[in-house]
């Protein structure tokens, strides 16, 4: 297990490091927030360990930082400090800190609590089954606000990392996946629905899938919305099932629903990536979305809340969004211009146009956080 210890006294760095490496922690070691966030961003430790009282960025401006980060939120951190008053303990536990404890520090006392998180921390990361794709579902509470960009988008940065991907696309009325990527699928979940019970065991799904040149297999929508009616949630959940064996990540396309199909893989789902706009409408409709998933049981960690096509003069920036829906912006997704629109047109994903504007370093950070 990764320890990260963020502390400014250099005496008690080496005082913490040289005990948890002898309790058979490895221990990397940072000398204040700005370096502590970068650490933990880029070598993902298991539990973080920092003090409160820093230069630069205090303990509880780091805790904040690392909880709006999708890839970092889940990991524990634990604050030391020698502020003892109440209030100072409360904004801890308020920025989003596991535990607190008051320095000085009780050494075997903090070993404990570093073994009850990690305990906590194995039995509820939201991991796959080993073998079967992680299920990546993308969706909004509104139609059009960039859930098929996104999807398209993120299909081909994971393909980047020689992940094998399958993009589906459960837009059963009127999906337009392919396009995305210029590709004419001349099968797709219509033709593989009406096939499934007689092909058993042997789905030959080079048929059904298409693959594009940059990496990921589509899984096309029905190409007639009345083919629509075959589609069932038990059709659905039958290839998924199939397809996570053959892939590692999968990645559906959602359109706003609440039926049994989409609430099935909203349970399902090892993150559930909702996009947004910074429109009231769409915002109305995510706040009420946010809270179904709530009320579903989904929980918050697996949620990875995108605000695409931010404009500078909307006047609705991230933190006015954060206040609406109660809960942190996970990612912000610049308005990426008319090279957005020639994207689709060219059917080919932004982010393999080389250039490296705000949106396409953004939708970097998305996959990195999957
Ligand atoms: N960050 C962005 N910047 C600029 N344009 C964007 C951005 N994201 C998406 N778009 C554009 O918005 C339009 C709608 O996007 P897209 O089709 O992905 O939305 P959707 O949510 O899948 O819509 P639908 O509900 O029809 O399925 C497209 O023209 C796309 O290029
Ligand atoms: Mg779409």
Partial sequence: MRLLVVDDEPSVRKLLKRFLESRGFEVDVADNGVLGWQAARDAQPDLIVSDVAMPEMDGYELVRTIRRNPSTAAIPVILLSAMREADRVVAGYESGADDYLAKPVDMEVLRHKIDALLRRAQVTAPTAAPGLAKLICVTSAKGGVGTSTIAANIAVLLCRRNETVCAFDLNIEHGDLPIFFDLQPKMGIGEL????????????????????????????????????????????????????????????????????TALSIYEAAERLVVVTSPELTALRRTREFLGVLAGLGVPDERVVLVLNRVFEVSGIDASRVEAFLRRPVNISIPHGGTGFLEAVSMGRPAVLNGNNSGAVSALDELARAL
């Fill in 193 to 260: 629905a009406r096939e499934i019970n007689t092909l058993g065991e042997n789905i030959p799904w080079d048929d059904f899938l298409v693959r594009h040149p940059s990496g990921p297999r589509v899984l096309a929508a029905p190409f007639k919305p009345h083919d629509a009616s075959v589609v069932t949630e038990e059709v659905v959940t039958n290839v998924i099932t199939r397809l996570r064996v053959l892939h590692d990540y999968l990645v559906v396309d959602l359109p706003p629903s609440y039926n049994d």
